[in-house]
């Protein structure tokens, strides 16, 4: 295949490709902190406030199954454009909700429009990771950097989704920022409609739907590893430690709610934006332009169990508190932060060695097959951090993530090098 990113519409398709996502993402993001806090201030309970997020996740786990053979068929970019307008509709369709509408009523509802949000988000991650295998440089680390630099920037603005959702809602409440934010993704996607240069495969008519199911043991063993590392993950980041904080900071007061919803968001924020700098680090962290893909393969495990540790740490400190204390919640701060730096790290190879492991003519069924595999463990991990929550409380939740990341340590043992003599190219 012809390297398009030697050319300047391939540049300038993973430009545009990239752009798309972030503005995707910004809502995403801020979508997400707007619905937990805003349900949570009107009395849902952890498990409650889950069940709001299972559709989504379920949702993307259909969609990446479908998503990469629809790619494959019809061409990247109908995906892309797909995911962007998904997401306008699924904003526009949440204003609509009626704060008289009974709690199950209510659940039901935002649980159908996430779902539709879930959709749009992997149409859209879909897209862009698998135009990256197609757009990067194939000399040296070319495609390590690539990946690396539009994962670690993606999450960086999802980062300031959270606090622009938290933002918002303490500023404008919940209908006008919903809204907002859909004009805002409705202008860009126009844009992106009339400027996005040439450089994407248009599809191919004889994909099969069959061909979704990988038939390499690394691609299937990779994508169980993926479930355990995000379930691990969303554990404690979905519902436990945004209530927890919201426990101890706020004091039931409308400003003392005000202000908790600014340190939560920040709080958030400033964890995705750091654990997207490490991602697009992580190239010059890990030396990739001089190692083996075996080497990487082995930096994925060694990663993943020094990843446990923190958790488990974290887990042994909540045993001991009695309950919220100001030293357990110094330590969260400082642990969690920890865990997002070694987190990225790990989440950053998974990103690599999907890609290194697919051929280009395959992409995006692999990539969607491994999404969905991510997906699977974000559902896990939602529903978890809502069960485990509310019957143990941190402890139990902690321990839980623990037990998550070392799976997937245990799982990437399985992983095996098709390249052993070859530099990361």
Do not use: C
């Amino acid at each position: 295949m012809t390297n398009t990113a030697t050319r300047p519409e391939g540049l300038s398709a993973y430009i545009a490709v990239t752009a798309a996502y972030w503005a995707f993402m910004l809502t995403d993001g801020a979508l997400r902190m707007l619905v937990l806090l805003h349900f949570h201030t009107l009395g849902f309970s952890p498990v409650q406030l889950a069940y709001l997020f299972v559709l989504y996740e379920i949702a993307g786990m259909i969609t990446n199954l479908t998503a990469g053979w629809i790619a494959a068929r019809f061409g990247l970019t109908s995906t892309l454009y797909a995911g962007l307008g998904i997401q306008v509709l699924a904003l526009l369709a949440l204003t609509q909700l009626d704060p008289t509408w009974a709690i199950g009523a209510s659940v039901a509802f935002v649980m159908v429009v996430q779902g539709a949000s879930g959709v749009a988000k992997d149409l859209a991650k879909m897209s862009s990771k698998s135009a990256v295998k197609i757009l990067a440089p194939k000399e040296g680390d070319g495609l390590f950097r690539w990946v690396a630099l539009l994962t670690g920037s993606k999450n960086a603005v999802k980062g300031l989704g959270f606090l622009l959702g938290a933002a918002l809602l303490a500023t404008l409440g919940f209908q006008a920022a919903v809204l907002g934010m859909a004009a805002v993704l409705f202008v860009i996607l126009v844009a992106v409609l009339i400027l996005m240069p040439a450089g994407l495969p248009k599809g191919r008519k004889s994909a099969k739907f069959s061909e979704v199911f990988s038939k390499s043991a690394n691609v299937n063993w990779l994508s169980l590893a993926r479930v355990f590392l995000f379930g691990a993950r969303d554990v404690w980041f979905v519902v436990g430690i945004p209530i927890y904080f919201y426990a101890v900071l706020s004091d039931g007061t409308t400003e003392g709610n005000r202000a908790a919803f600014f340190l939560i968001g920040t709080f958030m924020a400033l964890w995705v934006i750091l654990y997207g700098a490490v991602q697009a680090a992580a190239p010059r962290l890990l030396r990739a332009s001089s190692r083996t893909e075996t080497d990487l393969i082995g930096a994925a495990r060694g990663w993943a169990w020094g990843l446990t540790v923190v958790p488990a740490l974290l887990t042994v400190a909540a045993l001991a508190a009695s309950g919220p204390q100001t030293w357990l919640t110094m330590l969260l701060v400082v642990g969690l932060l920890a865990f997002g730096v070694l987190f990225a790290v790990n989440s950053v190879l998974h990103s690599y060695l999907i890609l290194a492991f697919t051929k280009a003519d395959r992409v995006t069924m692999d990539v969607g097959f491994y999404y969905m595999a991510n997906a699977g463990g974000r559902l896990a991990g939602t529903v978890l951090s809502g069960v485990t929550y509310q019957v143990g409380g941190l402890s139990l939740m902690l321990g839980t993530a623990t037990g998550m990341v070392a799976a997937a340590a245990l799982v990437s043992g399985r992983l095996t090098s098709e390249q052993k003599e070859s530099v990361v190219a």
